[in-house]
């Protein structure tokens, strides 16, 4: 039951160039999507998020984008650092609290 | 900077027996939240908790699992009777009361790493 699909396992991204890491969705009830970050031997850091009544959400070099008619949204992180090199999960609600998380995507940003 | 902390860092049990993992959220939070991820695979929602009841659930958190929050402070999950398929990382979150702006976002604490053998 993958509702929130990130279809790629890993990206690498030269430092100070663009990274965008994509997330599909199945369920057209999610309103409140959140990326968060993940360095091995962590919990998740809260990122980002964006209302399903938004179709973009910028916090420093941060943005979210959400298309709701294809169910996909994106994080653009810009420019990008080598303390960015982590995993990314993005997640979904439909205004519970139960949140699902997608596979994560492995970010690498080479000095 | 408030956090979640989790304790044990690290548990080890045997096939069969009881744990229970430990979690102190962050102070004016009021929702609570558990998660676990095998290794290499995904997070997975467990439950949710608010005013001392679960507010959802997964299919996973069966009848072996329950949570409780046992005092002002401290929110546990109990495994019964662990399996070899419990073992994984096991991470518990809180968030703000709804209604507060942003009140979805979740804060992770470093989890707890569950080996049954």
């Known amino acids: 039951d993958q509702q929130v699909k990130q279809n790629s396992p890993s990206l690498s991204v030269q430092e100070g160039r663009i990274s965008i890491l994509n997330c599909d969705y199945t369920?057209?009830?999610?309103?409140?999507f959140l990326w968060y970050k993940k360095y091995p031997a962590e919990g998740p850091t809260f990122l980002i998020s964006i209302s399903s009544i938004k179709d973009k959400n910028e916090d420093g070099r941060f943005t979210v984008f959400l298309n709701k008619s294809a169910k996909h949204l994106s994080l653009h992180i810009v420019p990008s650092q080598p303390g960015d090199s982590a995993v990314y999960f993005c997640a979904a609600t439909s205004g519970t609290y139960k949140y699902i998380f997608g596979t994560g995507t492995r970010l690498k940003v080479l000095a | 900077e408030p956090e979640v902390t989790q304790t044990p860092s690290h548990q080890v049990t045997q096939m069969g027996q009881e744990v229970i993992l430990r979690c102190v959220p962050i102070?004016?939070?009021?929702?609570f939240y558990w998660y676990r991820q095998i290794l290499g695979q995904k997070v997975e929602f467990l439950v949710s908790?608010?005013?001392?009841?679960?507010?959802?659930k997964s299919e996973i958190f069966d009848d072996q699992f329950s949570v409780e929050r046992p005092d002002g402070s401290n929110f546990t999950l109990k495994i019964r009777s662990t399996k070899l398929e419990d073992s994984a990382m096991y991470f518990c979150?809180?968030?703000?009361?709804?209604?507060?702006?942003?009140?979805?976002?979740?804060?992770f604490g470093p989890g707890t790493r569950l080996t049954v053998t």
């Open positions: 369920n057209s009830m999610f309103d409140y």
């Open positions: 979150a809180s968030s703000e009361s709804p209604g507060v702006v942003g009140s979805y976002e979740q804060y």
């Open positions: 908790f608010y005013n001392n009841e679960i507010s959802e």
């Open positions: 102070s004016n939070h009021l929702y």
